[in-house]
């Protein structure tokens, strides 16, 4: 990591309160192209809800998110088409086939949708193509949801427990794509139970504790 | 933004102000209220057709003006805390809305009473009881809502979002059932004649107006420190407070 | 990558689309709901003619609101619960690009067969001869403004495990208006009446809750995904 590349992502004092508990106070921290950040704590610390503040799709009690040093809600548009967010639901439609949900996320972002069918290979899809996803289990509509990183051209990606449901084989090469993502510049942050088999230089962890007051 | 709001935008001198004001408004709301009341039950003149029943306009008139006034003040927060992210504006919605739903329910109450002598029957679907009636829905919509969500700072953007869908729809609704009804007009029914007012009319009308406004003020208000109460609950300030009183 | 307006708008609408017509129940059964309350008013209120004639339009009305309600909660439901609604609102485009995809989606599949069906149940309840045409002209301007408006309601209301109920509490009376005028126009045709004007009324409510319908949806959806 070389501190000169430029800053993609920060979280300016972010404070979170769910339900009157509060998860997180005046937290900041900076992101730049080329980071892996592990996001670390137990559970209900508020990984998943850092996670949502940071892709725009919860608002923090107080605090700000910058893009580029510009509030993420002043450069939408901009923002979103270089963020690519998987969460605890895979976003997978039981009505269409797992070929079709894929190709409709590439398509929205503007990539090339015949592509779909191959990239799915990546994830262990093989010969599933064609399946509709209310006949895959949960596990394999996180996969098509995944599936989506091998065609990313977004800079960031911000992914909640990325590495349930697939094997270990599936992890490293899971691993592989995000190191070559942020060779290219690209950061990555996540969420994970599993202890990241990375070089120890290669990415940072942010812990988040347990709040007393 | 409006540098002399942000000392107002914190909580805490929010409560101790509102606190402050609440006696005052609670004691002004008395004196109007007893003197605009007395004036107007006891002492103004009958009308020559409705004789005494005329006598509850000073209680249906501002209550149906104060149930529109509160919704549009509801807006108004909802709007500050969309635009804004006041928070303490969400606050004032959840503390506006019971007290509107209120006034909207005694001015149809009062307005149900009033028709009895008038038209011979409880209900009628008169233009501005129906208004009212809809209002009424509006209010209890934006409370339902509001009471649904278990997050309270979702609970105060949901609410403003209603509240501003409502307010632009209201004059849309009040027109179109005004409409409706003058089409519709055959069957029964006359209007509230708009009241030409004599000054022994008028003067315990503005008085009792003031009051139901400043006793809405004080109901406002209190609900207001509730609210403020509630949602800070893990606040120093609130911690230290509650310790004061125990 | 950013896409433009009309592709993304056509992406999303024909998604939509194709998850409706794999999912036929969705598009059945308000229908047929729609149909069943309209065929009760004659066994409630008596099968006399003159009777029927009166109240059918405001039957008719009614039934089409009610059963909008009922198919309004497809709107954004699954997409809430499997996670397709928060991707959604962070795809590259403009929120109201979505939501007015959405819509639209929504008024082909539930509005637009109810346009269609309406003057069979005309028949059913005897509407005057005169008052066909009022009658599909209002459902065609009026249901986008029921899809719309009631967008907003389910907007609000998709995070919410009990928001049905709610949903009719906080969208009825903003139906209010429609109801009032389209109802109008086909009493003013059955008089030989002109009714444009009423038509006009409830285009002015179409384009006004074009405009400002899909701003409240997007921030009511910011506010249920939080």
Known sequence: MTPTTPVLLSADKLTCIREDRLLFD???????????????????????????????????????????????????????????????????????????????????????????????????????????????????????????????????????????????????????????????????????????????????????????? | MWKWLHPYANPEVSYHFTGKLIPWFAIISAILLTVGLGMGLLYSPADYQQGNSVRIFYLHVPAAMLSMGLYLGMAIAGLTALVWQMKLAESSIAALAPVGATFTAIALLTGAAWGKPMWGAWWVWDARLTSELILLFLYFGVMALQNAFEDKALAGKAASILA??????????????????????????????KPSMSIDMLRPFLLSLFGFAFLAGTLVCMRFRAEIIERNSMRPWVKALAKEHN | MQLSYRRAFSTILKRDLVIAFRHRDDILNPILFFIIVVSLFPLGVGPAANTLMKIAPGVIWVAALLSTLLSLERLFKHDYNDGSLEQLLLMPCPTFVLV???????????????????????????????????????????????????????????GLKKGGVLLSLLVLPLYIPVLIFATGAIDAASMNLPYNGHLAIIAALFFGSLTLAPFAVGSALKVSTN
């Open chain 2, 164 to 193: 501003l869908v409502g307010v632009i729809n209201l004059p849309i609704i009040h027109y179109s059932v005004e409409w409706w009804n003058t089409l519709h007009q055959g069957a029964t029914v006359s209007k509230f004649e």
């Open chain 1, 26 to 213: 005046e937290l900041s921290f900076v992101v730049r192209g080329g980071d892996i950040i592990q996001i670390e704590g137990a559970n209900g610390t508020g990984k998943t809800s850092l996670l949502r503040i940071l892709a725009g799709l919860s608002q923090p009690y107080s605090g700000e998110v910058l893009y580029k040093d510009q509030v993420i809600k002043h450069c939408d548009d901009e923002y979103k088409a270089d963020l690519l967010f998987i969460g605890h639901l895979a976003g997978i439609k039981g009505e269409m086939s797992s070929e079709e949900n894929l190709a409709f996320y590439l398509k929205m972002h503007g990539l090339d949708a015949s592509k779909a069918e191959a990239t799915l290979d990546e994830v262990n899809l093989f010969g599933f193509e064609d399946a509709m996803a209310s006949n895959l289990s949960a596990g394999q509509h996180r996969r098509i949801a995944l599936a989506r990183l091998w065609q990313s051209q977004n800079k960031i990606w911000i992914l909640d427990e990325p590495f349930t449901a697939i094997d270990k084989a599936g992890v490293k090469k899971l691993e592989q794509l995000m190191l070559k993502h942020t060779q290219n510049g690209g950061a990555v942050i996540l969420t994970t139970h599993q202890d990241l088999s990375l070089n120890s230089n290669d990415f940072s962890k942010i812990i988040l504790e347990h709040q007393f007051f």
């Open chain 3, 100 to 158: 007015l995809a959405k819509i639209t989606a929504h008024w082909l599949i539930t509005g637009l067969p109810l346009i269609i069906i309406a003057p069979f149940l005309g028949v059913l309840l005897n509407l005057h001869q005169d008052s066909y045409v009022a009658l599909m002209l209002s459902l065609l301007l009026g249901t986008p403004v029921l899809s719309l408006l009631g967008a907003i309601g389910v907007a609000l209301t998709v």
